[in-house]
């Protein structure tokens, strides 16, 4: 399974935090991109200055054909079309578009490292997994997904909110 991370904490012209999570995943769909679940939105604060705005986050499954590569340079052209400028680490951003797990393949290379190596510390990406693939492990740790979220420390267990609202797609 290919499990991916769409983040935004800034509006655009294409409107706010959500309408950008949105659009990110129409143009993956309009990119040939299948999408097998998508999971609520969950909001957090940014990360690690939090007098950034809130981070909207939603996570999916997909099925994709070509390779690892090809689909990181689509998720950076539809990143780049909805506005997304790189600046610092970690600064406000538009749209953030993160392969998580690529059919569980361990790579490491100048552009991608599969798992992305951070997934298992971060609250916004392990709760939509507990959502839409309960039954995920990490490729290298062998961990699923609860022992994963009960090994974060309270403070990123409790600094999360699961939105009961649904993300707009056109299929």
């Not at 309270?154 to 939105?163: A, G």
Request: aromatic share 8%; with cysteine; net charge positive.
């Amino acid at each position: 399974m290919i499990h991916l991370n769409i983040g935004s904490n800034l509006d655009s012209k294409h409107g706010s935090r959500f309408d950008n999570i949105s659009l990110a995943i129409n143009l993956l769909i309009y990119s040939k991109i299948k999408i097998k679940k998508i999971s609520n939105y969950y909001e957090t604060p940014s990360y690690p200055n939090r007098k950034f705005p809130n981070f909207l986050n939603v996570g999916l499954i997909i099925n994709y054909d070509d390779s690892h590569l090809t689909l990181l340079r689509k998720i950076k052209l539809i990143e780049k079309k909805l506005g997304r400028v790189k600046t610092k680490k970690n600064d406000p951003r538009i749209v953030d578009i993160d392969i998580i797990d690529f059919n569980s393949e361990i790579k490491k290379g100048i552009d991608l490292n599969l798992p992305h190596p951070k997934c298992h510390l971060r609250n916004f990406v392990l709760y939509p997994i507990l959502q839409i693939d309960p039954n995920w492990s990490h490729p290298i740790l062998k961990k699923n997904v609860r022992f994963l979220i009960n090994k974060l420390s309270q403070k990123f267990r409790i600094e999360i909110t699961r939105l009961n609202k649904n993300v707009n797609i056109q299929l």
